[in-house]
């Protein structure tokens, strides 16, 4: 028989089963309280929007070239109305640096696969988005502490790069509201960002999956808007690729998302698109556009009173039943809350024992760190719990970690 592990490229040995994508089976079984899936809640789908849109594409002239191969840059309405929504957070720039593709993971594998060359450094926070790791794995980088309190220097960077054989070619981060802590860069951090990347002569990747889910707190500038206020009002003069997606405020299973970025970024990606799959379904892209454009505003204000409620409900039981030496993260927006418990639990075995005996499920933290460190960390998702699910969930999952407190300490 044929070996196939001699025969694979190198680069396979690195790519692993998401443990999210795994948990999310779980979702199937009724009996489970899953705070795991950070995904939206379908019942807040806009499914009449999408219906009409859809109906409004088969009854017109459009079907034909709805149904047809597109452009790889994407479909231009669409381009035209991300250009005119992220301007009111201070991104000036045109359609034509705009560049969609499907999902924002997509983004990140061809934003992996533009920059990174076997042994380079990628800087990301610790911890970081899985999919990200996931994404990057396949061109075999090495892996920095992305540090935004300014207290390593450029050359301490660039050693640590050189020791691992290549150089440092990106920084990557999720601004707001991050997956998985739920934790928002302020705006000093923003700035110190753009100071290291500018002295490291390196892009920055801000993933923006989550900007429009703030519920309380002032707004901050992108990353991005602060990077072409710097330069004149100039995108072209940038250094930051903002990636954002409809998936957390339309629908992901259209799997549609975009990245902005620089002209020279845009056209290397539409070759990379060229090659992979061509384009991304254009169907969608119009329905995505046809929905956006009627009532996006409607939709987010629709999904961010009902998260906020969500995210008020899981705080307020973490409160009433975590254990005094557990703590956990206070999110603005998002989806995401971070538990942090004493050294010695490891959250993987913690999951095993909930799902066996409290029928709760949650992702343990390890998977989102680069060097799978801190094992005694937790991401809870309240984005499809309802709050009486949340009480009791948050109930028995506190019950669990006090019993397991004492046998680590």
Known sequence: MLDWEQIFATRSSRMRASEIRELLKLLDQPDIISFAGGIPDPALFPDAAFKEAYSDIFSSAQVGSALQYSVSEGYKPLREWIARDVAKIGIDCTPDNVFITSGSQQALDYLGKLFLSPKDTALVTWPTYLGALSAFNAYEPSYDKLSLNGNRTPEA????????????????????????????????????????????????????????????????????????????????????????????????????????????????????????????????????????????????????????????????????????????????????????????????????????????????????????????????????????????GIKRLGRLIANAIPAAA
């Open 157 to 392: 960077y660039r050693e640590t790069a050189a020791k691992a054989g290549g150089s440092v070619k990106f920084a990557y981060l999720s601004s707001d509201f991050s997956n998985p802590t739920g934790e928002t860069v302020d705006r000093a951090g923003r700035e110190k960002l753009l100071q290291l990347a500018d002295e490291l002569d390196i892009a920055i990747l801000e993933d923006a999956a989550y900007q429009h889910l703030r519920y309380d707190g002032e707004a901050i500038p992108p990353i991005m808007a602060l990077d072409i206020a710097r330069n004149g009002g100039d995108i072209e003069k940038t250094r930051t690729i903002y990636s954002g997606s409809f998936s957390k405020t339309l629908a992901p299973g259209l799997r549609v998302g975009f990245v902005i970025a620089a002209m020279p970024v845009i056209r290397k990606l539409v070759l990379m698109k060229q090659a992979a799959d061509l384009h991304s379904s254009t169907i969608n892209q119009i329905a995505i556009e046809h929905v956006a454009s009627r009532g996006f505003d409607a939709q987010v204000a629709k999904i961010r009173s009902v998260y906020s409620k969500r995210r008020d409900a899981m705080l307020a039981a973490m409160d009433r039943y975590m254990p005094k030496n557990a703590s956990w993260t206070r999110p603005e927006g998002g989806m995401f809350v971070w538990v942090t418990l004493p050294e010695g639990i490891d959250g993987a075995e913690l999951l095993a024992k909930s799902i066996a005996t409290e029928k709760v499920a949650f992702v343990p933290g390890k998977a989102f760190y680069a060097d799978g460190s801190n094992a005694n960390t937790l991401r809870m998702s309240f984005s499809c719990a309802s709050e009486a699910m949340i009480e009791e």
